[in-house]
């Protein structure tokens, strides 16, 4: 009962935080928008950092009271690492993998790809394909056989894959030709 009525409490407070945060972050938009056209600050740069603060602003409200309820049974921290099973082999797996994966989509966001689709597209299924691949081959170093349950990871990259490919192979790569009928 003390529980529930917890949980009831604790989502009317994430409830009030976020209309909080979000009329706090309407009249900073405003403000930011104000002071972006009269300083040589871009919009699109003032726009992008206040969705970014809202985003986690909107997490923080909704997340944070669950977690202070029972931070030992918090589920996002209890969650099963994939790579904790292939410590014996591997001491460091649990950091080094997903860290390397990481590094490896920082880098491929960092990368200009002069807006083609293509190559964007390939660098999401590339970055989602990377987990993957490296807990297959673990698999398959530390037992000598394929688990295909891993493989059911993979679903993400399908969409980014999928259109990777039709827009290479098909070369719809310039979205503007095939919109307007063949005109540029």
């Known amino acids: 009962m003390w529980r529930s009525l917890f949980l009831a409490i604790a989502a009317a407070i994430a409830a009030a935080v976020s209309t909080a945060v979000a009329a706090a972050v309407t009249a900073a938009v405003s403000a930011a928008i104000a002071a972006a056209t009269t300083a040589a600050v871009s919009t699109a740069a003032v726009a992008t950092t206040i969705a970014a603060a809202v985003a986690a602003a909107a997490f923080v409200a909704v997340t944070v009271p669950y977690w202070l309820y029972d931070p030992g049974a918090f589920t996002p921290l209890q969650t099963n690492n994939p790579f904790a099973h292939f410590r014996s082999m591997l001491p460091l797996s649990t950091i080094l993998v997903p860290g390397a994966c990481g590094l490896v989509a920082l880098g491929l966001s960092l990368k200009r790809n ?6 964007l597209l390939r660098d999401c299924a590339v970055v989602l394909a990377l987990p993957v691949v490296c807990i297959t081959l673990l698999e398959i170093i530390a037992n000598g056989a394929i688990n295909y ?7 993400g990259l399908l969409f980014f894959g999928v259109l990777a490919w039709w827009i290479h192979f098909t070369g719809a790569s310039e979205p503007q030709t095939r919109i307007n009928g063949g005109q540029s």
């Open 114 to 119: 002069g807006g083609d689709q293509f190559v």
């Open 149 to 155: 349950y891993w493989l059911s990871y993979a679903e």
